[in-house]
């Protein structure tokens, strides 16, 4: 068991745990070349920083803040070898390297047997695919393989045995690597004739453990479904219940013209429930219904009645519990995310610590070797240069804190303001008037309105050519439009490029938008005009080009459409939406990467339950001959069936088609045409695939798809609502999950920060209670001074010498140098004595004001005396409120604030029947039964009445309000009355 000494306060690191002994450093047995020496931070003294120590600190601190900035995991080796492994794994080369191996070894599904290799999937039409020979994909698969081995063998090596035993992921990294190698080598010996390859089924793991957010998302997940069971449960009587009532209702009868329902949907109960169940997705309403509602038109209350209560209760019910539960756990796991950033942030500024001097009362860096730093790490360059330049405002102070040096790195935090490039200065008149004409929004509006013209003329043509073929067009007059159009088009960029400058053009996203069709307009009727002299000549053009006059024309009206997209960023609400779909594709590409890896797992299950379960007729004459000896059993012509609607390129017989065929399904739309058709040419069984397919898809994965967008367009909507349309071009919101979630995040507290820096398997920082000094401001403010250490530790030696028995002083020095101990005393237990209760008589009230008892001196009513009080209150209120976390009841909170001490609080005036006191804000330092003392941030001491007032009190994001005037009590009287709830208070 290690034992810390208890007076001396330092942080030691052993320079083994760093891997230095491992890359060379040899071990003279002397302190120095084992150990760091200790850093005491109340003395002048300084970690001695030799040849290659200060290189290996600067190279840590850089791979730590790196891990930060992307939300990795610090617990890795830090030896300069492993360090220089870290930087080369994580680097772009290395993880695009991966990244395609991944994507590889997914698509091979396509080419291998089944192949997809073929224009139609309809097994009518559809040649026979081309077969790779064997071996090849199994090369390719082979190397995949290899690169996943070798990604497994460093992410071990980097973070150590003890932390690969308690990592799932990569165990089951090991497993799955394993199994998909020895069916590899199987297919190999057996020359690629087996039936059954497992590790097919095995390949969406290496995507899943790819990822980190995607393996917390799967994690919420997983802990979501037990939430919903209740729901499920609740789903599943209603089908069932309603599913018996249907029986009941719809039993056959004598009069066969009567049993329209029982025959097509009541039969029996699988039958029965099967045609519920796609009622409540919508899919066959109101066909279910319509024999028994030709019948008699009540019939109809039964299906509203299921429908209502089912489709539009108990799935939107299922849809907000599946969405609030996986909002809850998903937040849990960006808390982590966030928690990881700190930590490395943190870490890097406690190795670089080590390197300075520590002359002031904390740890503290030097500015120059964040400079150094920063210069060295890998990061987007915005964020880059602007931390760089937050240093660089540092620089006078030459040392910074950790606080300062956490604060750098709240730039990523921040969205990203694109300054675009000074205009050209022309000195001719005509030009400046050219630049400030088309400079002008008014311009752009004209531009979008040319633009809408020619999409309206298009339009018009279009219109009146619907009825005639492609050879029976006239092109002339489209294309006279066409080229009237292109040719402003072009004389509109050459303009703006004139007024911005290249540069200054450039830097607007919508300006290489529209630049780039132009030039792309102007190629291609330039190459209608060469080949086919069109619009110059109106001859009926001859086709002897690539393309043909049609083709080129058609190119041209898409384009010029697409171009008018270019209204977008000019309308606010429309550029929202539109800024939203494209951070969708960036930033959640983590929820999108789950619903690819659930199409991959169940596409490759309906390969093996169902390919070539359906095979059409091989000629459609046959259904129509007399004989039906060619015709299986299972095949039905019945109106709305699978074979009916020529649903035969929707099936099971390649990857390709299978992966359409779920997508199908997942839209709900005519679902249950697939269901029945399986379930008739293989087994009822077969339906509990496609409900399994339904639920996941449709029911959980999409609505949970549709709640982040939602957050992610909330989020930005919130960002941007209050900006003008140049602040919105202007600025890039950097979106991404841990930032929408920021708001209800809570903090780590330095305390857990420091508790998983002491946890760190390789880096072993101890760190221990720290000796601070008092400022010289309040030692004088206070009347406190600060002693010399020979006199506090001659101090703390008597008080506990006097405190413990004489028997124990010979050993008290051994004690304190070998352990922690609780320092007590005993006292000699004495018989009690029975006293007389007397009653204390207290100071009265004017013995109180005349001796000023409640008065704070004038020298101490400044506002950052108080701020220590209003940290520790904080922690107070989060302590008895259970932590304030987002899913925390607002009604029991409130209930905690009630009986709360208010002492440190933050209270500031938002209503109040005396104008003058509404906006006051300050600290809590003395509340009385009428009254609140605060403080303000202009060292004022402002007594505020509690009646006729309402107080908002914030902690962490919670914004509680007080009504003075229900609250007026005294702090010791009010923890214990029992305050009642009222609809509405006024002041």
């Known amino acids: 068991m290690e034992t810390d000494s208890l007076l001396a306060g330092s942080i030691n690191v052993d320079s083994q745990d760093y891997g230095a002994a491992e890359h060379g450093q040899p071990d003279n047995g002397s302190h120095r070349s084992r150990s760091r020496t200790p850093h005491s931070v109340g003395d002048n003294e300084s970690c001695p920083v030799e040849g290659g120590d200060k290189t290996l600190y600067m190279q840590q601190a850089v791979v730590f803040i790196e891990d930060a900035i992307h939300y990795r995991s610090i617990n890795h080796r830090v030896d300069a070898s492993s360090l220089c492994l870290h930087r080369w794994y994580y680097s772009r080369l290395c993880q695009w390297g991966l990244g395609l191996a991944i994507g590889v070894v997914l698509l091979l ?90 590790r097919r089924l095995l390949r969406p793991f290496f995507l899943l453990q790819n990822s980190s957010l995607m393996k917390k998302t799967l994690k919420c997940i997983k802990r979501t479904l037990p939430e919903i069971a209740s729901v499920i449960l609740l789903l599943a009587l209603h089908l069932c219940l309603f599913t018996m009532i249907g029986m009941l209702l719809f039993a056959k009868t004598e009069e066969p013209e009567r049993n329209g329902e029982w025959e097509l949907y009541f039969r029996n109960l699988p039958q029965a429930l099967t045609s519920l169940l796609v009622l409540l997705t919508t899919a066959n309403n109101p066909d279910v219904m319509i024999p028994a509602y030709t019948l008699n038109r009540g019939y109809s209350i039964f299906f509203i009645t299921f429908s209502v209560f089912g489709t539009y209760f108990l799935m939107n019910l299922l849809t907000a519990i599946i969405y609030n539960q996986f909002r809850g756990y998903l937040m849990m796991s960006v808390q982590t995310s966030i928690l990881r950033r700190r930590l490395g942030i943190r870490a890097a500024f406690q190795v670089l610590s080590c390197q300075g001097t520590s002359a002031a009362i904390i740890e503290q860096v030097r500015v120059d070797t964040v400079l150094e730093v920063m210069y060295r790490v890998n990061m987007k360059s915005y964020y880059k240069a602007a931390i760089i330049k937050e ?121 290489v938008f529209d630049g780039f069709l132009t030039i792309l307009l102007m190629v291609l009727q330039i190459t209608i005009l060469v080949n086919y002299s069109v619009p110059f000549s109106k001859k009926q053009p001859v086709s002897h080009a690539v393309m043909s006059l049609w083709d080129l024309v058609r190119l041209v009206n898409l384009l010029i459409v697409f171009r008018f997209l270019r209204i977008i960023p000019d309308i606010k609400l429309m550029n929202l939406v539109a800024s939203t779909l494209l951070d969708l594709v960036k930033n959640l590409r983590a929820f999108a990467g789950i619903l690819v890896v659930v199409f991959y797992v169940f596409a490759v299950f309906g390969i093996w339950l169902f390919e070539g379960a359906i095979k059409p007729p091989t000629s459609m004459s046959i259904i129509s001959n007399s004989t039906m000896d060619n015709i299986t059993s299972n095949y039905s012509t019945t109106c709305g069936t699978y074979e009916q609607l020529e649903y035969w390129p929707n099936n099971f017989d390649d990857f390709a088609a299978a992966i359409i065929l779920l997508y199908n399904i997942m839209v709900v739309n005519n679902w249950q045409a697939f269901m029945d058709a399986y379930s008739r040419y293989t087994t009822e069984w077969a339906k509990v695939y496609f409900v399994c397919w339904w639920l996941t898809s449709s029911v959980m994965w999409v609505n949970l798809f549709v709640a982040l967008i939602l957050e992610n367009f909330i989020y930005k909507w919130d960002h941007s609502h209050s900006c003008s349309m140049t602040d919105m071009e202007r600025t890039r919101y950097e979106t991404s999950v841990q930032l929408m979630f920021k708001e209800h995040i809570e903090e780590p507290t330095e305390e857990e920060l420091l508790r998983q820096l002491q946890q760190h398997p390789h880096l072993h920082i101890h760190l221990q209670l720290l000796q601070a000094k008092n400022p010289p401001q309040l030692t004088h403010v206070l009347g406190v001074g600060n002693k010399s250490k020979k006199v506090a530790e001659s101090f703390t030696r008597a008080f506990i010498a006097n405190s413990m028995k004489k028997s124990a002083a010979p050993f008290m020095e051994d004690t304190l140098s070998r352990k922690a101990v609780i320092l007590e005393y005993t006292r000699e237990k004495r018989p009690k004595a029975k006293r007389k209760r007397k009653g204390g008589k207290g100071l009265s009230a004017g013995e109180k004001r005349r001796l000023k008892v409640f008065d704070i001196k004038p020298e101490h009513q400044r506002y950052e005396l108080f701020l220590p009080l209003h940290n520790l209150w904080k922690q107070y209120i989060i302590s008895i409120c259970n932590g304030l976390r987002p899913l925390s009841s607002p009604q029991l909170v409130q209930q905690k604030l009630l009986k709360a001490d208010f002492h440190g609080a933050i209270l500031t005036v938002v209503r109040s029947k005396c104008p003058s006191y509404v906006g006051t804000t300050g600290i809590l330092v003395q509340e009385f039964k009428h009254t609140f003392k605060i403080i303000t941030k202009e060292d004022r001491l402002k007594v505020i009445p509690k009646k006729n007032s309402v107080f908002a009190v914030e902690v962490n994001g919670f914004v509680s309000h007080v009504y003075g005037s229900k609250f007026e009590y005294r702090a010791s009287e009010r923890s214990v009355k029992k305050f009642k709830v009222k609809g509405s208070i006024d002041l």
């Open 109 to 198: 599904a396509f080419v291998e047997h089944p192949s997809s290799l073929s224009s139609t999937s309809d097994p009518r039409y559809r040649l026979p695919p081309w077969e790779p020979p064997c071996g090849l994909t199994e090369s390719i698969e082979g190397l995949c393989l290899f690169v996943f081995a070798l990604d497994l063998a460093v992410k071990s090596y980097l973070i150590g045995w003890e932390e690969f035993r308690k990592s799932k992921w990569l165990i089951g990294y090991t497993v799955v690597l394993t199994a998909s190698i020895i069916d590899w080598m199987l297919s190999i010996s057996m020359e690629c004739d087996e039936k059954l390859r497992v």
């Open 391 to 511: 240093v660089q405002q540092h620089a006078a102070d030459v040392h910074m804190d950790h606080k300062v040096f956490g604060a750098l790195f709240e730039q990523l935090d921040k969205d990203r303001v694109k300054e675009h490039p000074a205009p050209p200065q022309y000195s001719n008149a005509f030009l400046q008037k050219i630049q400030f004409i088309f400079s002008h929004y008014y311009t752009t509006l004209a531009g979008n309105a040319v633009a809408l013209a020619n999409v309206i003329c298009i339009c018009t043509i279009l219109v009146l050519n619907a009825e005639r073929s492609t050879a029976e067009r006239d092109y002339y007059y489209l294309e006279v439009i066409n080229c009237c159009f292109i040719f402003w088009y072009l004389l509109e960029m050459s303009l703006k490029i004139l007024a911005f400058g290249l540069r200054g053009y450039l830097s607007y996203r919508n300006n």
